[in-house]
Each structure stands twice: as structure tokens, then as C-alpha cells.
């Protein structure tokens, strides 16, 4: 029985629209990989589910003084790939806002994320956020 792979993201950006990273963080499958595209100092592939969780997310998180909220707006599924043009939401801890949009292209294997590639707006978020 096939997976449907849209489903399965269109439930994690509804979560994610209400601040719930959980469903996002328990797809993720151990060897998960996450690039983010382009030549900041942004741009880098991390590669498995823990090294995803640990240098990417809890570093960036600890830059957040409120809920981060992130807003699908589109989602185009085909296959194994599904693609989310999101926009996210949050105060920095220096009070600034990092308001980022998004395009996010998602592999799937058996309902969970295999791999991301993720293209923003870097320059945003090295003015905003600092280097990683």
C-alpha cells in the first residue's frame, strides 16, 4: 500500500501553522538529510535525523523568543517528491521579526522525509539571525 506523501505534508504544515514542530521532528527517518540551497553562510547539508535536530534546529530555535510558525500556501505532490511554498513566522530574541518565505522540496520513503532541500531568502537570514 502506497503512502500518500502529500497527506502526510499537508498534516505536518497544519501542525506547524499552530507552532506543533512534533510531527515534524517524528517524520524525519534516521538517515534524514536537509540542505539549505544558495552561498551564505546558511547554505550547508546536514546530513541524519539527529545531526538535523541538533546543529540545525535546537541552535536556530534558541535564537526565538515566541512560537515559530511556518504557513504552507502551496503544495504541489508527485511521486516521491513533494514541493511546499511556506511562510514563516517569529520574534527573535533581540525582538527583531524573521518573517522568511519559503520553498521547500521534500523526499518521502515509505511516509517519511528522506531529505529537503530548502531555498529562502539567506540574505534575510543572515542579517536577522547571524551566522549559523
Known sequence: MSTDNKAVMQHIFAELARGNRKPFA??????????????????????GR???????????????????????HRM??????????????????SGTAYNNSYCYVFGLRAGKL?????????QMAVAVLGPP
Open 76 to 93: 504541489i505532490a508527485e511521486g516521491d517528491y513533494v514541493v511546499v511554498e511556506a511562510r514563516g513566522k517569529v520574534t527573535t530574541k
Open 26 to 47: 517524528e517524520a524525519m527517518a534516521e538517515d534524514f538529510c536537509w540542505t539549505i540551497a544558495g552561498s551564505s553562510t546558511w547554505s550547508h547539508t546536514w546530513r
Open 50 to 72: 539527529e545531526a538535523v535536530l541538533n546543529e540545525l534546529m535546537k541552535p536556530l530555535f534558541a535564537r526565538f523568543s515566541d512560537i515559530y510558525t511556518c504557513e504552507a
Open 114 to 122: 528522506v531529505e529537503v532541500t530548502e531555498y529562502m531568502d539567506t
